[in-house]
């Protein structure tokens, strides 16, 4: 039951790039419209379980959504870039090396041989399978420059990602709790980041459903954060790399070469197997 917990911000948080680029907007609007739909979903978590909010958690959950925002809106301005199936399996297996090593070092989750070697051996596979995704024969509409502009924010936006996850795990507050400050904290951010944009339109209202869908993703990260660990929780969350990649092809008609897509095909059966031996680590 751990484990299949810790799949479900796979499926939202890996649909969420579909969502957002179907319904359209700037990185400033879905960013925005993002963390007023998941600041909405928190207040009804609040209402409805009325946690205790001290000093630490409200600390603890602004910053980690302060960071959250700089994380989400990069990835966005990333797939403007490279495209869903472009941008999405670097970024992953950017931040699964980031969060993964944090988990194993910082928290000391990995605490025997047997987990070092399970660990390494499944944080390479993913990192493989990610790459296989990312794959490309040349030839895009997409020069260099966009390219480097891509890459660039993939990189700031896998900072934000990992002290988004790193601040929550180190603090070990309350899941439920530290919901509201924290997308109090994605709010300000995106306001913040959105301030100087034309993001008063139907696109900023549209992208409250990829709020939901992290907020509903975000929810069940926290709670498997407690139950098996940053290390484990945060990579399985990932694989949602197989829905946002083969789902921007089917989906969004992004295009792929026959080589390319054998490669995607492969990269996420990595992907799964990966995720697997993480939730093995666990049993």
């Not at 002290?163 to 509201?180: E, K, P, R, S, W």
């Not at 995106?190 to 509903?216: C, E, H, M, P």
């Amino acid at each position: 039951m751990e484990i299949i917990i810790a799949l479900i911000p796979a499926i939202a948080w890996g649909s969420i790039g579909l969502v957002s680029n179907k319904v359209g907007g700037t990185a400033y609007n879905q960013t925005l419209g993002m963390t007023i739909g998941a600041f909405i979903f928190s207040i009804g978590i609040y209402l409805f379980y009325q946690p205790v909010i001290d000093m630490k958690i409200m600390i603890t959950g602004l910053l980690s959504g302060l960071f959250w925002v700089l994380g989400q809106q990069q990835q966005f301005q990333s797939m403007k870039f490279m495209g869903v199936s472009g941008a999405l399996p670097i970024s992953t297996g950017c931040q699964l090396i980031a969060n993964t090593l944090a988990g194993a070092l910082l928290f000391h989750e990995w605490k025997s041989g047997r987990d070092v070697t399970l660990g390494v051996l499944a944080l390479v596979i993913l990192i493989v399978g990610a790459r296989f995704t990312a794959v490309s024969d040349g030839g895009e509409s997409n020069g260099s420059g966009e390219k480097n502009k891509g890459y660039r924010a993939i990189a700031i936006s896998t900072v934000g990602y990992a002290l988004y996850t790193i601040i929550v795990n180190a603090a070990g507050v309350d899941a439920l709790a530290v919901i509201l400050p924290q997308s109090a904290g994605m709010l300000i951010g995106g306001i913040l980041f959105s301030v100087k944009q034309d993001v008063l339109n139907k696109y900023t209202v549209r992208n409250l459903i990829t709020g939901l869908l992290w907020a509903v993703g975000n929810i069940f990260m926290l709670i498997s954060m407690k139950n098996v660990g940053l290390a484990v929780s945060f990579s399985l969350s990932q694989t949602g790399i197989i829905i946002s990649t083969l789902g921007s092809i089917w989906l969004l008609g992004e295009k792929k070469t026959k080589r390319e897509f054998r490669y995607v095909v492969m990269g996420c059966i990595l992907v799964i197997i990966g995720g697997v031996l993480l939730g093995y680590l666990k049993s």
